[in-house]
Antibody
Framework: QVQLEQSGAEVKKPGASVKVSCKVS????????MHWVRQAPGKGLEWMGG????????IYAQKFQGRVAMTEDTSTDTAYMELRSLRSEDTAIYYC????????????WGQGSLVTVSS | DIQMTQSPSSLSASVGDRVTITCQAS??????LNWYQQKPGKAPKLLIY???NMEIGVPSRFSGGRSATNYTFTISSLQPEDTGTYYC??????????FGGGTKVEIK
């Protein structure tokens, strides 16, 4: 069974960067396209981006392009999401989730990592 | 970007009621639509995929359908354990996945 274990809560100041990790167990990261979805307090789900298995490249939602970077360390089966130039509206729970490309399904989810941006 | 307009944003119904949620796509998404349930403090859980196919283990009171660009999610007989927030998600293009705004379902 696939399990995703995310890093802990973070508090950051506006303008800083945050890097959230997501460790995969029960499978290898190379076979699981990883995506990231965030949820602001009391708000809905927002897709940020993920890996396209066709070419292995990361694809980002237009809203985050230039400010986000998604990477993977296959030696440790860990995925990372770094968000730069943080602002208060980036306060949210950040989820990693495996994505079944052909079915468009977010299959397995991490427990979420709360990022709070506050001066 | 493909926009998904989900309605209502919240609803309150009695146990046993039939409940319907709608997602309208801004363009044709060819049945590439899934429905998720999210409980407070938990990650979303897939219920319906490809507009009308039930995920394994999902109770049969849940169903999905489509009429043109309108996609519906129905709970035929609302149960107390069905409280939570429901989201539609389109995947017509992997480069622009989007969720609906969510519908919070409560028991009256």
């Amino acid at each position: 069974q696939v399990q995703l274990e995310q890093s802990g809560a973070e508090v950051k100041k506006p303008g800083a960067s945050v890097k959230v990790s997501c460790k995969v167990s029960g499978h290898t990261l190379t076979e699981l396209p990883m995506h990231w979805v965030r949820q602001a307090p009391g708000k809905g789900l927002e897709w940020m981006g993920g890996f396209d298995p066709e070419d292995g490249a990361a694809i980002y939602a237009q809203k985050f392009q230039g400010r986000v970077a998604m990477t993977e360390d296959t030696s440790t089966d860990t995925a990372y999401m770094e968000l730069r130039s943080l602002r208060s509206e980036d306060t949210a729970i950040y989820y990693c989730a495996t994505y079944i490309t052909m079915a468009g399904i977010f299959d397995f989810w991490g427990q979420g990592s709360l990022v709070t941006v506050s001066s | 970007d493909i926009q998904m307009t989900q309605s209502p944003s919240s609803l309150s119904a009695s146990v046993g009621d039939r409940v319907t949620i709608t997602c309208q796509a801004s363009q044709d998404i060819r049945n590439y639509l899934n429905w998720y349930q999210q409980k407070p403090g938990k990650a979303p859980k897939l219920l319906i995929y490809d507009a009308s196919n039930m995920e394994i283990g999902v109770p049969s009171r849940f169903s999905g359908g489509r009429s043109a660009t309108n996609y519906t999610f129905t709970i035929s007989s609302l149960q107390p354990e069905d409280t939570g927030t429901y989201y539609c998600q389109q995947y017509d293009h992997v480069s622009e996945l989007t969720f609906g705004g969510g519908t919070k379902v409560e028991i009256k």
